[in-house]
T-cell receptor, first 117, second 111 residues
Framework: GAGVSQSPSNKVTEKGKDVELRCDPISGHTALYWYRQRLGQGLEFLIYFQGNSAPDKSGLPSDRFSAERTGESVSTLTIQRTQQEDSAVYLC???????????????FGEGSRLTVL | SQKIEQNSEALNIQEGKTATLTCNYTNYSPAYLQWYRQDPGRGPVFLLLIRENEKEKRKERLKVTFDTTLKQSLFHITASQPADSATYLCARNNAGNMLTFGGGTRLMVKP
């Protein structure tokens, strides 16, 4: 596709359930990011994948959160045993890391809105 | 950690005026700062990037400055329009291209 695609766009789940959120980055983009945005707040960094390097997981808030990426394509963010404080919009972004006038520019998806009841 | 701060209060201005938003960072200067626009229910959209060695960057009605002494970036929208109403996010790079975002400032342009 032309842009970053995320699914599902909306997810309502019960506390304690596991959820999986999917991100399809722009083809050819080597870097992929996950951010969390609570209502009315800024973007909170979760995890960053760059090519074949080990991911930067420093933003993951707890061991209930994990993410994987297959090569330079799809990524899945998994939240286990969801809690009400996990309710937020989860944004995925990708970028083309090589040098250029806009190095590091992120292209965002529309997000997955998660509501934990 | 490398923090980046924006005024959390909404900025209300009259159409036609210049809007100025502020972004302050801590510790060492980033290699570059980026500004994004976010509309309600949408993902952020990239607007401008300014590098550490650039004092000013322009794009149409937008202007960004980077002051490494004040550890501050200013984002200006000249001749503002109601369609400019949105939340504007500032971001700095950390290691590699990992970006840390500020909390954003909501801009409201009244006709």
């Amino acid at each position: 596709g032309a842009g970053v695609s995320q699914s599902p766009s909306n997810k309502v789940t019960e506390k304690g359930k596991d959820v999986e959120l999917r991100c399809d980055p722009i083809s050819g983009h080597t870097a992929l990011y996950w951010y969390r945005q609570r209502l009315g707040q800024g973007l909170e960094f979760l995890i960053y994948f760059q090519g074949n390097s080990a991911p930067d997981k420093s933003g993951l808030p707890s061991d209930r959160f994990s993410a994987e990426r297959t090569g330079e394509s799809v990524s899945t963010l998994t939240i286990q045993r969801t809690q009400q404080e996990d309710s937020a919009v989860y944004l995925c972004a990708s970028s083309f890391r090589l040098a250029g006038p806009n190095t590091g520019e992120l292209f965002f998806g529309e997000g997955s809105r998660l509501t934990v009841l | 950690s490398q923090k980046i701060e924006q005024n959390s209060e909404a900025l209300n201005i009259q159409e036609g005026k210049t809007a100025t938003l502020t972004c302050n960072y801590t510790n060492y200067s980033p290699a570059y700062l980026q500004w994004y626009r976010q509309d309600p229910g949408r993902g952020p959209v990239f607007l401008l990037l300014i590098r550490e060695n650039e004092k000013e960057k322009r794009k149409e009605r937008l202007k960004v400055t980077f002051d490494t002494t004040l550890k501050q970036s200013l984002f200006h929208i000249t001749a503002s329009q109601p369609a400019d109403s949105a939340t504007y996010l500032c971001a700095r790079n950390n290691a590699g291209n990992m970006l840390t975002f500020g909390g954003g400032t909501r801009l409201m342009v009244k006709p």
